[in-house]
């Protein structure tokens, strides 16, 4: 949402390396959308795929793009992954790219983090002017080495949960430690992954993490930067990650596959919920059906991914 009410929205195209950013912009709450407007050139970041694209506007109303560049094509389902070590050499980096003279112009995307991510999910300006953009990352973890000390004694999966935060406009870019969720098996597990973040009104602000144990888990951080350890929350999830947004009036809303997990997220993102919640996220009320995957009486695919979208909701 751009600072005059127009909703600015990326589009990417599924399996073609795109040469540009492109995006639609609607002016009567997406009612109607323009034609494709391209806003920079993707020619400058390595050969390979941008797969994925989220966005925040700044304290001064410039606009903030985060790119996932994907080195080589994977279009396997989840069934179809080996687990630990499936993701060993493979590159998914994030990219940054913003613009200045309140939107006229485009700096290039640069690279300002090298791994494996899975998705981006949610970034956010704070009150205090500072970016964070949460991520996950992946760790080349297997039972056989699982690490030292509290590691030893249990299995955190093959991601971790993290941020990203700028102060200075995105000049320069600081991570958080490592937030660490325990699995419930030592083969496929996930661990940590696709974590939301949203500011309170007391100034915290608030992760949701998805995870494999039956709900999200939670952590607050006071600045973005330092989190608490995360630990279970009341709402119950499917393996899949949340969408958060706050209203005009200060209400929350929460969007999740409000679903049991089984045997992954196969059994559980069938159908999409929406909740509202008027003190910060303690409680919830709602809970309703807003989206329904057409196919969700049949058995789950063979091969590829079933179920509704992820969430990614603007007030």
Not at 56 to 74: C, K, N, S, Y
Not at 297 to 304: H, I, K, L
Request: charged share 20%.
């Amino acid at each position: 949402r751009l600072p005059d009410g127009t909703l600015m929205a990326t589009r990417m195209p599924c399996r073609a390396p795109p040469t540009n950013l492109s995006v639609v912009l609607s002016r009567d709450d997406g009612d109607t959308w323009s034609d494709p407007l391209a806003l920079f050139d993707l020619q400058g970041i390595a050969p390979g795929q941008v797969i994925g694209v989220e966005g925040t506007v700044d304290a001064r109303g410039e606009i903030h793009w985060f790119l996932m560049h994907q080195w080589r094509p994977d279009f396997r389902g989840e069934g179809e992954r080996d687990g630990p070590g499936a993701y060993d050499g493979a590159r998914i980096d994030l990219w940054h790219a913003r613009s200045t003279n309140a939107r006229s112009h485009w700096t290039p995307p640069r690279r300002i983090w090298e791994g494996y991510t899975g998705s981006l999910n949610s970034c956010l300006t704070l009150t205090s002017g500072r970016i964070v953009l949460p991520f996950s990352f992946y760790v080349d973890r297997t039972w056989g080495r699982r690490g030292t000390g509290f590691d030893a004694y249990t299995f955190f999966g093959m991601f971790h949960g993290a941020t990203l935060c700028s102060d200075d406009g995105g000049d320069s870019w600081a991570q958080s430690a490592p937030l660490k969720v325990a699995t419930p098996d030592i083969v496929g597990a996930y661990g940590a992954c696709e974590p939301v973040a949203i500011e309170l009104r007391d100034g915290r602000v608030w992760m949701l993490i998805r995870t494999q144990l039956g709900r999200f888990y939670e952590s607050f951080s006071p600045d973005g930067l330092h989190w608490s350890p995360p630990a279970p929350s009341a709402i119950r999830s499917s393996d899949s990650p949340a969408g958060l947004a706050r209203l005009d009036d200060g209400r929350l809303v929460l969007i999740w596959n409000h679903c049991l997990r089984f045997p992954y997220a196969y059994g559980g993102r069938q159908v999409i919920h929406a909740a509202l919640s008027e003190d910060e996220g303690k409680t919830w009320r709602g809970g309703r059906e807003i989206g329904w995957d057409p196919h969700r009486a049949e058995p789950p695919p063979p091969q590829g991914d079933f179920g509704t979208g992820y969430p990614f909701p603007v007030a």
